[in-house]
């Protein structure tokens, strides 16, 4: 039950879209017609699917999006010094750019290990922005259960039928109840609007304040095979209805297990391969059914291995690092359930296993937290804080990440992952 409901969250948000084939054949009226419709449908399908995985993707906490990017992710770290540009993409993402199909429900659940493979760069310069490094990394997610129950796309694509009936009873009635000629003044046009496409449910204008003309045109449209809602659905409460379903799939999503896997080869001016990493991390969501916090546990591991080369020697450096924390999202919109506020305070333990340098200790802890505010869907500022206990000193450092689904076209942001 719980896997049907967390596709709830598919059917959100979804609006009736026109693809249509243009171009003249010199094949038979018929069957250039049926082209022509099959061309349009998957043209349709491809671009519905991918709003429901676009509002999927921006479901995901800005923790989750920075363990596994959906599509591509651009960063700037530690802007302060302005040391550190990072990009990173699914393999999906670069796919899809060249295929659209890719988006249809039935090809996008083929791409399981497209889906959950990310590749990357990290370039890294100094503060007068001169080359230091540049690193290329690959991640890739060997438990994904958030993708898993997510894209099982059928009763996803069962609630998008039903948000299609309705936009379409909904456009009808509207354009319908305009054009028959009839004078209708602002104060009328708003109630009418606001019967269901409003932004926000104290704004939904109650259906006994409807204009009985206006409700006639829906009783009499509803009632009609080719209007028809699914089901028990009815058309006076149906984005209420999915509107609570897809609350209670959102924090079903988020109390999946996601666990990556990943390698980073570094490179600098005196080395070809100065640093390996190995890293693996887990993230847990650990919130109750019936509450609107939201918490996940992060664990981190790290192996780096160090092989430079200081003053015409060779220097060998091993170092193991780990953290757990949990990530506290703070707030949510009430409406669309996305993360905008995150903390995430964390404990973290160092431990040089090879290549201690003189004076330095060997191993220590540390505490750390990730202090995130979402600007737009795309676009989150993160605020990385660490505290040294022996030295008694707070540090704190900006980035700046978006995680998009476009390149070289205009961000879908109206206002990643």
Known sequence: MKKLILMVILGLGTSIVCAQAK??????????????????????AAVNNKEFIRTAANLKSGASQDVLSSFFKLAFADLKDG??????SSLFAIKA????????????????????FVLGI???????????????????????NRDKNLFNLGYGQKLAQVMDAANNLFFTAFNTYMMDGK???????????????????????????????????????AARKEFALPDTFKYDNVRESINNMYKIANTLMAQQS???IGAQITADKSKLISRTNFSSEYLKGITKNNTSMGLELDIKANLSIYDSTIVSTTFHRNIFAASAGINWIIYKDKTTQKSYVEFKPALAYDNVLSGVYAGETKSRFTAD?????????????????????????VFGFLNITSNFDWLGAKSKTSGTN
């Open 23 to 44: 171009g003249t054949t010199s094949l038979p009226k018929k069957v250039a017609d049926s082209l022509k419709t099959d061309t349009a449908k998957k043209k349709r």
């Open 83 to 88: 040391r550190h540009f990072q990009f990173n």
């Open 97 to 116: 750019k060249t295929d659209s199909t890719l988006w249809i429900d039935t090809n996008y659940k083929k791409q399981v290990f497209a889906r959950n």
């Open 122 to 144: 990290d370039v890294k310069a100094n503060s007068d922005f001169k080359f230091q490094s540049t690193a290329v990394n690959v991640k890739y997610a060997i438990i994904n």
């Open 183 to 221: 004078s209708i003044d602002s104060t009328e046009l708003k109630l009418v609007t606001n019967y269901f496409f409003f932004n926000d449910l104290k704004l939904k204008t109650p259906k006994a304040n409807l204009p009985k003309r206006y409700l006639n045109i829906l009783d009499s449209l």
């Open 258 to 260: 996601l666990w990556t």
């Open 369 to 393: 937290g990730v202090l995130r505010f979402r600007v737009t869907d795309d676009l989150w500022i993160p605020i990385d804080i660490k505290y040294d206990p022996k030295a008694g000193k």
